[in-house]
């Protein structure tokens, strides 16, 4: 019974943040809303804690807020198709909808090069810095290959930290839109993960360091 008024809930909160983005964001504080953990469903079961957390992350390539910073390229670069070579810093928002304004959930940091000659594809090494709700204060962290052109990207969860200790899964990632001009993305992302911090430190005891 909990499981089906869990699964009810979850068809309900992912109709209103397709059909009402918009009416989504301006029912919450557009700055904090320590309440608000829609975006964030636990799944666990027995000794496994198991979560998905389904949020919006905002791209902003120009202007006075931007967020992504290309810091070195190669000689390539200019003249590649897929701008080989560039690696960008970013720190973009993380939001609980797609609108810049909804709530923010936390920060999308790290590294992206451009690592394939041919087709536009990055090498991801990024930390999602969660600074809304629990799990304020901990991370969890990606690392692959990203093919943006793909509808749907993959990428393997290598870790965390905080609530997210000993964090394993994966990353499904999709443009929710992009616009070239205004050097403005916003990505879909969702995280399948498997966590928990029971680890045993009697192994260690006799670690005579
Ligand atoms: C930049 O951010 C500020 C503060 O959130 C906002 O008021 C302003 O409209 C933003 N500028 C652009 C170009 O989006």
């Known amino acids: 019974m909990e499981k089906l008024i869990f699964l009810g809930f979850m068809v309900i909160s992912s109709l209103s943040l397709a059909i009402f983005p918009r009416g989504y964001a301006s029912q919450t504080d557009p700055l904090y809303s320590e309440n608000d953990e829609s975006w964030f469903h636990d799944l666990s079961h027995g000794h496994h804690k198991t979560a998905k957390l389904h949020f919006y992350v905002q791209d902003l390539l120009k202007g006075e807020n931007q967020t992504v910073h290309e810091v070195a390229r190669a000689e390539i670069t200019s003249n590649s198709a897929t701008s080989f070579g560039s690696v960008r810093v970013l720190d973009n928002p993380m939001t609980a909808g797609p609108d810049i304004n909804s709530t923010p959930v936390g920060r999308f940091q790290g590294l992206v090069t451009s690592a394939d000659l041919e087709i536009l594809s990055f090498v991801m090494n990024i930390n999602f810095v969660f600074t809304a709700g629990r799990?304020?204060?901990?991370?969890i962290s990606i690392s692959g290959m990203n093919q943006v052109m793909s509808d749907r990207r993959e990428l393997p969860v290598i870790?965390?930290?905080g609530a997210f200790r000993f964090a394993r899964g994966y990353v499904i990632t999709t443009t929710y839109s992009a616009d070239m001009e205004k050097g403005y993305n916003v990505l879909e992302y969702t995280i399948y993960v498997?966590?928990?911090?029971e680890f045993s430190m009697g192994s260690c005891d006799h670690a005579n360091i």
């Open 194 to 197: 498997n966590y928990g911090d």
């Open 135 to 139: 799990f304020r204060g901990s991370t």
């Open 159 to 161: 870790g965390g930290t």
